[in-house]
């Protein structure tokens, strides 16, 4: 995906608070702690906050795609101070750049370094080729969270997600002017971009000031949107969330952000999916878990044990005589959904469960066993263990 001026301009690891050699969890964890803090709906009296949770979603957008990131950093690394500079020589000779033009241009086939495109795709049109049409822009990535039961989680489940942001102004209809009829910026002659010298025969473009991009200017602005040609906007979209999401995923669905401007593309919407715990399940990545209490006589003699599986009917399973405490056993194909639509296992874990009273019957029938098992000692190899070591 190309990479836009304004966004090689900015420092996104400092954005972040990383290092630029932070690695993947570090600026995770980074994004997480920050995006808390400067949700727009903990910050709902603070406009400044929400530009500052955009800043922070574009930043960790790019930084936490492998691809994007070195795009990222290349790109820096050539125009972050100042734009392009060939040395002595020109762009190929001696203390200049060591590749072809023509790849620099995207017209070399089989491209250059930069993922097939060339330069000129990884840039994003940074580079004047003399186009006459306003750029389209992609709508912004929207950020959302949702919490959902243990058994939704597992299974899957359509829930809404109520989200605001900017779109089209209804009021204009995205034209800017109350009237409808904007005219087309004399500066930059309706492309939304004005280029500028960068030395070595290039030219950069730059949004153009006088229309904020836009290629129009509105004579009589719109009221709504101050001639912006943009508004908040909020609606509730109903949104599938894929079964066998883990606590704390994030869930990316293309093209289900903000609308995009002259014919862009729509962003991206970010789902952060929290789970709710269970009373009896747990989870161990497709494995569901449970803890089933057995009686003494079930451990030592042996027999079968129903246990609950996640909406769904008891399973039997075999207790072998001289079950140990804590001993686990598979349930195939009764834990969660995985990516392939197999089903992971449920990990049974036998937990023998001792009486806290006892009749006098019962009482009776185990002193009737420890004189019977008086010749047993089950602590002696770990005394002959432990003077051996």
């Not at 803090?37 to 009296?45: G, I, R, V």
């Not at 492309?191 to 290039?202: D, I, L, P």
């Not at 883990?246 to 952060?272: C, F, M, W």
Request: hydrophobic residues 30%; charged residues 25%.
């Amino acid at each position: 995906m190309s990479l836009s001026r304004d966004v090689l301009e900015k420092d996104l690891y400092k954005v972040l608070g990383v290092p630029k050699d932070a690695t993947e969890a570090e600026i995770k964890k980074a994004y997480r702690k920050l995006a808390r803090e400067f949700h727009p709906d903990a910050n709902k009296s603070d406009a400044g906050a929400e530009e500052r949770f955009k800043e922070i979603s574009e930043a960790n957008d790019i930084l936490s795609d492998s691809k994007r990131r070195k795009e990222y950093d290349e790109a820096r690394a050539l125009f972050g101070n100042g734009g392009f500079r060939p040395g002595p020589g020109g762009a190929g000779g001696p203390g200049g750049f060591n590749f072809d033009l023509g790849d620099l241009f995207g017209g070399a086939q089989g491209g250059g370094g930069f993922g097939g495109g060339g330069l000129g795709d990884v840039f994003g049109g940074l580079f004047n080729r003399g186009g006459g049409r306003a750029q389209p822009r992609r709508g912004q990535d929207i950020e959302s969270e949702v919490t959902l039961s243990f058994t939704e989680a597992v299974e899957g489940a359509t829930v809404p997600l109520r989200m605001s942001s900017q779109a089209p102004c209804k009021a204009c209809s995205g034209t800017g002017d109350k009237n409808g009829t904007p005219r087309v910026c004399p500066t930059c002659v309706g492309t939304g971009q004005v280029s500028r010298g960068a030395g070595g025969g290039f030219s950069l473009t730059d949004p153009c000031a006088d229309c904020r991009g836009r290629g129009l200017i509105a004579e009589n602005p719109c009221e709504v949107c101050k001639g912006s040609g943009r508004a908040r906007s909020a609606r509730t979209m109903q949104v599938r969330i894929p079964a066998g999401v883990s606590d704390g995923q994030r869930i990316r669905l293309r093209g289900k952000g903000a609308p995009g401007e002259t014919g862009g593309p729509a962003g991206d919407l970010y789902v952060v999916v929290h789970v709710e715990e269970h009373p009896v399940f747990g989870r161990k990545g497709d494995n569901l878990t449970v803890t089933v209490p057995v009686s003494f006589t079930e451990a030592a003699l042996g027999g079968e044990v129903k246990v609950p599986t996640l909406g769904g009917s008891p399973v039997t399973l075999k207790l072998p005589a001289g079950t140990p405490n804590g001993r686990t056993m598979r349930a195939r194909g009764k834990g969660a959904v995985r990516k392939d639509g197999t089903h992971g296992d449920l990990l049974v874990t036998v937990e023998i469960a001792v009486p806290r009273e006892l009749s006098d019957s019962a009482r009776e029938a185990l002193e009737t066993y420890r004189q019977a098992t008086a010749g047993h000692d089950p602590r002696a190899d770990l005394f002959q263990a432990a003077e051996g070591a």
